[in-house]
């Protein structure tokens, strides 16, 4: 897992003379190492449980289309209003003047947010921020007073295997409290609601979590929150997920500032290391970042970093995987030079670096292409130079080089996750244009050696590693 905690001074606006936005350590909890009973638990949720809050996301009814009543021939009597959506989750209390952390998917789309406290009494809530990416929102809450709060604790130090109990409002039961185990932790596989993209780094847990669970605390046995519930496996049992709250740690200031989380861009497209990779690029362990590709006038590429290039070090922080960069430099305050240790064809080197504002727009994504066949690969799979009507499939007219046309089944190609549609741009150390190129490329590598290949799919660089059979 990458390493919240030292990330927590790379955020702008969390430092200063301000009241911290939440209470660290532990409160009404046990001492370490204590052994675990179910007075345990009892005392756990009697603690923390005035800290949790139901959430109810209301959305505006559409009053330009009404719902036609069963039965009804036509307009007038039989139409009535469409009903108010409504959306239900979980809060938890992280400040006394009534900061309330929350997932974003909780109150996406939300008019109207209402917050329940274990009192009963019912509030109305401003959405100060949220962050799709993580998952991660802040509410706000007039109570007229002081309110409980739920100290977080450290994420990092969660240990699988460790006691914990989420509380929340599973199906609207309110302040349902359930106990299990941490039985995984660094999950980044997981893609809530099929989401795409985001920075996901699950703490995995048996602790029931139902809907309506979504971003309530994950509460250690000291009695400290360590994550934000926010994703249950739907096919099985007893596995459910949560956001670390260092992540949220990072995220919620950001916030309070600027009601959502500002993001800084380096201009990379990193990679983690296969074993595979890790042997066609004669790397000496599976540690880093490789980066795929480097975006012309961006950061990296004045910088003088190259596709191919090993991120091993961030800014003092060890990269053990395409994520940690990903998410380190994206927490990084624009503008801040930092410096990364990288290796480029085993040679190690440092570059400065100043990350910039991350831009907003989206990378396009090119169409699945509809191929005619080509001429046949040696490495189990067909090419051909791309025309002007296969650019057009590919949705580029200018496009240029050499492409997949098909991948023979159970051949060293489709083992390494080539597909149909990739555009091919260096074999080896060979750029390839042409038809000529890629084929000088592959006879230049003897057989049964690795050999590596940059492809284009989807509009992003991807490194590929097999053996020349």
């Given amino acids: ?50 800290a949790v809050v139901n959430v109810v996301a209301l959305q505006n009814a559409d009053d330009s289309a009404p719902e036609r009543q069963p039965g009804s021939n036509g307009p007038g009597s039989g139409d009535r209003p469409r009903p108010r959506g409504r959306g239900q989750g979980t809060g938890f209390i992280i400040h006394k003047s009534g900061f309330i952390l929350t997932n974003a998917h909780v109150v996406e789309n939300a008019d ?98 139902n809907p309506g669970n979504s971003g309530g605390p994950l509460i250690n046995t000291k009695g400290e929150v360590i994550g934000i519930n926010t994703a249950m496996n739907a096919q099985a049992q007893g596995i459910g997920f949560a956001i670390p709250i260092n992540m949220a740690k990072v995220i919620a200031p950001l916030l309070k500032q600027h009601g959502r989380a500002p993001r800084s861009w380096l201009g990379v497209y990193p990679q983690s290391i296969t074993a595979t990779l890790r042997k066609a690029f004669a790397l000496t362990d599976a540690r880093g970042a490789l980066l795929s590709d480097v975006v012309a006038d961006s950061p990296a590429a004045k910088a003088g970093l190259q596709a191919g290039d090993v991120v091993t070090d961030y800014d003092g922080h060890a990269i053990r995987r395409a994520d940690d960069l990903m998410w380190l430099v994206a927490t990084t305050q624009a503008g801040k030079k930092v410096i990364l240790n990288c290796a480029r064809a085993g040679k190690p080197f440092k570059v400065e670096v100043a990350p910039l504002a991350a831009p907003d727009e989206a990378i396009p994504s090119a169409p699945a292409p509809h191929l005619a066949p080509g001429k046949k690969s040696p490495l189990g799979m067909t090419v051909s130079e791309i025309s002007p009507g ?80």
């Avoid at 890629?438 to 003897?446: F, G, I, L, N, T």
């Avoid at 049964?448 to 992003?460: A, F, Q, T, Y």
């Fill in 1 to 50: 897992m990458v390493r919240w905690a030292l990330l927590l001074f790379l955020v702008s606006g969390s430092a200063g003379a301000e009241e911290p936005l939440w209470t660290e350590g532990a409160r009404g909890g046990l001492p370490a190492n204590a052994p675990i009973n179910m007075q345990s638990f009892v005392k756990l949720a009697a603690k923390l449980g005035p």
């Fill in 112 to 209: 109207d947010i209402r917050v329940r406290l274990a009192d009963e009494r019912e509030l109305t809530a401003k959405l100060i921020g949220k962050d799709e990416r993580t998952d991660i929102a802040l509410l706000k809450v007039e109570a007229g007073g002081e309110l409980p709060v739920a100290p977080l604790g450290n994420s990092e130090d969660v240990q699988i295997g460790e006691w914990v109990v989420a509380i929340g409002n599973p199906f609207g039961l309110d302040h349902t409290v359930t106990a299990g185990i941490v039985s995984a932790k660094g999950r980044r596989d997981v893609r809530p609601g099929g989401a795409q993209t985001g920075f996901y780094d699950f703490i995995q847990t048996d602790a029931s979590i």
């Fill in 390 to 469: 296969i650019a057009r499939e590919l949705g580029n007219r200018d496009l240029r080089g050499v492409v997949v046309m098909s991948v023979e089944p159970e051949s060293p190609a489709v083992e390494a996750g080539v597909e149909r549609g990739d555009l091919i741009l260096r074999l080896a150390e060979t750029p390839v244009s042409t038809l000529d190129d890629y084929a000088h490329a592959v006879r230049a590598v003897p057989r049964g050696e690795m050999i590596r290949m940059l492809v284009k799919r989807d509009g992003k660089n991807l490194w590929v590693a097999f053996m020349k059979r």
